[in-house]
């Protein structure tokens, strides 16, 4: 089994680890984390951000995946890029979900339990899918997006770069959605997004 190293010790990096291991996919070895005292912690601490390469250099570990939520997408996204060429990043997918042998899963990917990927779905690097969400064929998730969950999708959408789509909100086919763009819960997407922002309602208006 892989030995996973989660960088981040909180509320996200506690259910990746939950999951990956409830699955039994993973032996979650510990987290990178610059904030949390190893003395006191309840996790094991392997170091700070500055640790990794030298950790992984010592063996301890095998894959990488970033729980650094989507308030901070610009640390998510460039944690990415730093480590990307040096250290194999993990792609977890519980095995609840249903993926097409067609889709395309990127690096970095976690795919929570229930989601159901039809045929030529992407889901491109550094993604979270949280439970329960349907996407349907050939849409396009960009890199580092969060889906949070029951995320329904309709065929050919595409979703840009650093976005988070809300709880239970729904796209209708064709839809593109550009990078940035923040979703609130129950949303219905009906039309482009060609504005970064945050939208809301049924259909979605942009409020800032
Ligand atoms: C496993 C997990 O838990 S993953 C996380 C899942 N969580 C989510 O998906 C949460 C999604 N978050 C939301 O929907 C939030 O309401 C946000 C981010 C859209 C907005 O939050 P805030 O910035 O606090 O906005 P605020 O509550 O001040 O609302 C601003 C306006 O938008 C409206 N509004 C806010 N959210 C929504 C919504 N989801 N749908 C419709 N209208 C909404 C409010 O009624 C308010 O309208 P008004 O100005 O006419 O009074």
Do not use: W
Request: charged share 20%; glycine share 8%; net charge neutral.
């Amino acid at each position: 089994m892989k030995r996973l190293a989660i960088i981040a010790s909180g509320d996200l990096g506690q259910q990746i680890a939950y999951h990956a291991t409830q699955d039994k996919q993973f032996d979650v070895v510990g987290f990178f984390d610059d904030y949390a005292n190893p003395e006191t912690s309840k996790n094991t601490i392997l170091g700070t951000v500055e640790d990794i390469e030298r950790v992984y250099k010592a063996n301890r570990f095998d894959e990488l995946i970033i729980a650094i939520g989507y308030k901070h997408f610009e640390i998510r996204a460039q944690l990415f890029t730093r480590f990307r060429n040096k250290i194999p990043f993990a792609t977890f997918i519980h095995s609840s979900c249903y993926v097409d042998e067609s889709c395309k899963i990127g690096s970095g990917v976690c795919l929570f339990p229930g989601s159901v990927l039809d045929a030529n779905v992407e889901i491109q690097n550094n993604v979270l899918v949280n439970v329960a969400c349907t996407i349907a064929h050939d849409s396009i998730i960009g890199s580092h997006t969060f889906l949070s969950p029951r995320v329904a999708i309709a065929g050919f959408v595409t979703i840009g770069e650093n976005c988070n789509i809300g709880i239970n909100s729904t796209i209708i086919d064709c839809i593109k959605i550009i990078n940035g763009t923040q979703i609130g819960g129950g949303t219905v997407v009906i039309s482009n997004i060609e504005k970064k922002g945050l939208y809301v309602g049924n259909p979605s208006r942009f409020i800032r």
